[in-house]
């Protein structure tokens, strides 16, 4: 008999979870003005609502984290980074920043003028929120099909050639650079194949145009080529990272996603210029450019964070808990994003609370009852998210309507998933008796998903 899939780990350390009553969730939810981000994690039994900076660290990390170095100027700990990932991207020039969204800061704050276009595929919210903020415009040029949830295909994260193009054909001389997101978070968590990468660097190089990854989750990416793009079955991860990397000209990053550790960023070019324009917004905001807002211990952990993760073991660990948990939904016929990405489950509230009207936004509904049902805590990936029109400042009702459960790094075991799927079932068994949503009473003007405050519509 084969021997079947286990973690490639074992648990050294725990931490008590606190289980609560439905009355209590009741309770605490309505504080929370019916926002999950309002919750204390006290308040949540198993936390689904980012997997980002909530994985567990290994024996290796927290070791490399006693060999950590805090000079302000010249850290060895950051001469162990930016070895580590050179090694893995290519990228010699390198940034550190206290998280993606700092890189992001720092390295548009010299590219992203007023005015400017960036075409992408689905710009991740803070993506978007540092272009916008900048009064530019984030154009997505991601694939039709990403929008149908149902639809089985291997990489539905992936950039529509034909509508880059004719943006850069509308625009060139707007557009500072492209951007490419590895997952494509905001589609589903789904990959971008390799043959879709080098389209977009033949379209780059034919308008002098450079391209950046946005590339918190690269190693799923990596993963997700290796076992559906033809001819990369045999390659290591190590080496298919290496060959995306290869056609990008640098590198945003949240290293609380793929690289394992809590907190982190960086960014990596292999471009000097790049480097150099960059480096005075690093200074001004995050830190001298051997820190930029870590800890030298923290650059350390990270440096083992990435080496670990684009090891197959440490990786497929990962992706087959995603898809256990998915194929349990299979199972209670629950839909969400097909096939399962890489870092969540997005279930399709849009199907699930048909009676719910979207400007009651059902999938923030389906977040909240099961929070109520188990205590199980996910976050709302649609209507509230896409913020508002920044022009006509209505609602963005164009694009997909989820609910996110991401799952932590290394953090629960699958008993645990099994509770999320009963918990979901539960609610979903009784979708049709909801017909109302949620009303907002106060919301931020960017980014207002974090803070938003909501009533329950009534009959
Ligand atoms: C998380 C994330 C970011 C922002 O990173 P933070 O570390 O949360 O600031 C940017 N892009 C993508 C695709 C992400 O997933």
Known sequence: MELPFAEAYKIKMVEPLRKSTREEREQWIKEAHYNLFGLKSDMVYIDCITD???????????????????????ARSFFHLKETITKITGFEWIIPTHQGRAAENVLFSYLVKEGDIVPGNSHFDTTKGHIEGRKA???DCTIDEAKD???EIPFKGNVDLNKLEKCLAENADKIPFIIVTITNNTAG??????????????????YGKRVLFDSARFVEN??????????????????????MFNLADGMTMSSKKDGLVNMGGFIATRHED????AKGFCIRYEGFLTYGGMNGRDMDALAVGLDENTELETIETRIKQVQYLAARLDEFGIPYQRPVGGHALFVDASLILTNVPKEEFPAQTLAIELYKEAGVRGCE?????????PIT???RFGGLDLLRLCIARRTYTNNHMDVIAVALKNVFDRRNEIKHGYRITWEAPLLRHFTVQLEPVQE
Not at 193 to 203: D, F, K, T
Request: aromatic letters at 10%; proline letters at 1%.
């Open 149 to 151: 949830t149902q639809l």
């Open 381 to 389: 990936i649609g209507y509230i998210l896409a913020d508002r029109d």
């Open 274 to 277: 790049w480097y150099e324009g």
């Open 189 to 206: 968590g789904q990959p971008v194949s390799m043959e879709n990468l080098r389209g977009v660097r033949a379209i780059a190089d034919k």
């Open 137 to 139: 415009f984030a154009v």
């Open 52 to 74: 980002s900076g909530t994985g567990a660290m290994s024996d290796r990390q927290w070791a490399a984290m006693m060999m950590g170095d805090e000079a302000y100027a010249g």
């Open 393 to 395: 400042r209505e609602n």
């Open 222 to 243: 990596a993963y997700f080529i290796k076992t559906r793009e033809a001819g990369y079955a045999d390659k290591t991860i190590k080496a298919i990272c290496r060959e």
